[in-house]
């Protein structure tokens, strides 16, 4: 097949539905002005798309989807060569390539290609309703006067994630704090841009866990949110290997939706043949 075209589209001008999939926000990218979507067209048909998610300077999660007729005919390759050549002169230095936990063919070609397994991460959704929290908490909005107290709070909770204090101040993000003896002890986001209601950032100061706060802090967060659902879901993700945020979570009437698997891939190495 020869290509007659791939679109690179921007997240800030791409039409409303361009981007099918569930999560994440495209919003946080950190370049918003990055191409973050590519659409191969043959002869004006879409055969083939790719999606760039950003969230950090140097890491860009890769989702693509190519229609079942036209596999095998270099489409893939053709997306993730444009996709490498915005992506690495800004400085990203590795992919990352999610998987469905129960996808066999995702995994045969992971294998294929010699992608290590980077993490995994649990999507769950929230069922609607919640038990007493064992410590009950009052939450207030967080102000740009806490982004000092939030990024050292975030360093000591998530060590080398950085960047999430900024992500929390942004607009159309719901961010609510805990204070405790006049410092800021913990802080929860929503991301209320979405078809769903997307919690994030979730952190208690790790000299405080262990007191119920944690479980206290979804309770006042959950709450918060019940005039602004309307029929939106509620979700999270956790990392896989979190034991003890996945059963803060479940506590809170969160379940389990999915396991979604993240294959790691160099940039240099990014448009390996055959694809």
Known sequence: MTLMEIRAITAR???????????????????????????????????????????TADTAEISVCVRPSCRGQGIFRA???????????????????????????????????GLALDHSEYLMYYGGAHAAPRVSVSLRPAQQTDRSALEVLYSAAFPGDGGMAACCLQEGILCRVLERQGRLAGAACVNL??????????????ALQGQGLGGGLMAALLDGLAP???KRHVLLEVDGGNERARRLYASSCFTVRRLVEYYSLPLLQAAPSGA
């Open 79 to 113: 997306l993730l060569q444009e996709a490498v050549a915005v992506l690495r002169p800004v400085g990203c230095r590795r992919l990352l390539f999610p998987c469905q936990g129960d996808s066999g063919d995702g995994r045969a070609v992971a294998t294929h290609w």
């Open 13 to 55: 001008t791409a039409p409303d539905g361009f981007d099918r999939l569930e999560n994440p926000d495209h919003s946080f990218n950190v370049r918003p002005e990055m191409p973050s979507y590519f659409q191969a067209l043959d002869r004006g048909r879409p055969v083939g798309s790719l999606s760039v998610f950003m969230p």
């Open 193 to 206: 841009r979405g078809e769903a209601l997307s919690i994030f950032g979730v952190a208690v100061d790790p």
């Open 228 to 230: 602004l659902r309307g």
